[in-house]
C-alpha cells in the first residue's frame, strides 16, 4: 500500500491523552468470574497442573480429596489459582 492509503487507514483519532493502564482489579474479577463458571473436576485439574508448573506445593491424595470436596465453596470466593490453594 502507498503512504497516502496509510494515513487514510490509521489515523490518531482514536487515541486519547491519558496513558492505559493495566487493570490487576478487572483481570482478577474475569479470573474469579472464570473460576466460579468453571466445572469442579476441570477447575481441579487445572490447579494441579499450576501447582506442579510452580513447583512449591505438592498435592497428596488427601490434600486432592480435601479440595475436590470443599471447591464449591472455593469457587464462590477465590479469583486466582493461588488462592484456592491456599
Given at each position: 500500500?502507498?503512504?497516502?492509503?496509510?494515513?487514510?487507514?490509521?489515523?490518531?483519532?482514536?487515541?486519547?491523552?491519558?496513558?492505559?493502564?493495566?487493570?490487576?482489579?478487572?483481570?482478577?474479577?474475569?479470573?474469579?468470574?472464570?473460576?466460579?463458571?468453571?466445572?469442579?473436576a476441570a477447575l481441579l485439574h487445572d490447579v494441579t497442573a499450576f501447582a506442579v508448573a510452580q513447583d512449591k506445593v505438592t498435592l497428596s491424595d488427601v490434600?486432592?480429596?480435601?479440595?475436590?470436596?470443599?471447591?464449591?465453596?472455593?469457587?464462590?470466593?477465590?479469583?486466582?489459582?493461588?488462592?484456592?490453594?491456599?
Amino acid at each position: 500500500f502507498t503512504d497516502a492509503q496509510a494515513q487514510e487507514w490509521f489515523d490518531l483519532k482514536g487515541i486519547g491523552k491519558s496513558p492505559a493502564r493495566f487493570d490487576f482489579k478487572k483481570l482478577e474479577n474475569i479470573c474469579g468470574q472464570h473460576i466460579a463458571i468453571t466445572d469442579d473436576a476441570a477447575l481441579l485439574h487445572d490447579v494441579t497442573a499450576f501447582a506442579v508448573a510452580q513447583d512449591k506445593v505438592t498435592l497428596s491424595d488427601v490434600k486432592l480429596s480435601r479440595l475436590q470436596a470443599a471447591m464449591p465453596q472455593l469457587k464462590e470466593r477465590a479469583k486466582t489459582y493461588p488462592e484456592l490453594l491456599e
